[in-house]
């Protein structure tokens, strides 16, 4: 199995409703995320799937979030922007720009900082 994988940042604030701790309180992040597609083969040029394609899908969904605040961006807006809902927003979002390629998706990573981050992926 081939494992292809992205990553790109964005940099947004947000703030966590219900939360009791600093994070309820609005702040910023530089968030990192990295997709991980998987195939069983490759083509005939030798690529299991275009690192330039999966960019760009990423930075499609990526750039409605970039230097906002994630609280007033959909789906945001009704549910908390954790680190856990923003990995699965992505996630949902990537999978039907995916649905023709040969490839499906392993997981979707969010880091809000270097030491913090979360998966999502449907295993």
Same mark, same amino acid.
């Given at each position: 199995? @081939? ?22 309180? &609005? ?15 490759? *083509? *005939? ?8 394609? &999966?960019?760009?899908?990423?930075? *499609? ?12 961006? &959909? ?7 954790? =680190? ?6 992505? @996630? ?11 490839? =499906?998706? =392993? ?14 992926? &449907? *295993?």
């Amino acid at each position: 199995m @081939y494992q292809i994988s992205v990553e790109q940042d964005f940099d947004a604030a947000h703030f966590l409703r219900g939360y009791h701790g600093k994070c309820e309180a &609005l702040h910023g992040h530089r968030f990192r995320v990295v997709v991980k597609v998987q195939s069983a083969q490759v *083509d *005939d040029t030798g690529m299991a799937y275009d690192f330039t394609v &999966l960019k760009q899908h990423l930075a *499609d969904i990526l750039a409605r979030f970039d230097h906002t605040c994630l609280n007033d961006v &959909l789906p945001f807006d009704e549910i908390n922007p954790s =680190s856990e809902n923003i990995a699965s927003t992505i @996630y949902k979002e990537l999978q039907p720009k995916l649905a023709t390629a040969p490839v =499906s998706i =392993s997981c979707v990573e969010v880091w809000e900082s270097p030491q913090s981050g979360v998966a999502y992926s &449907l *295993d």
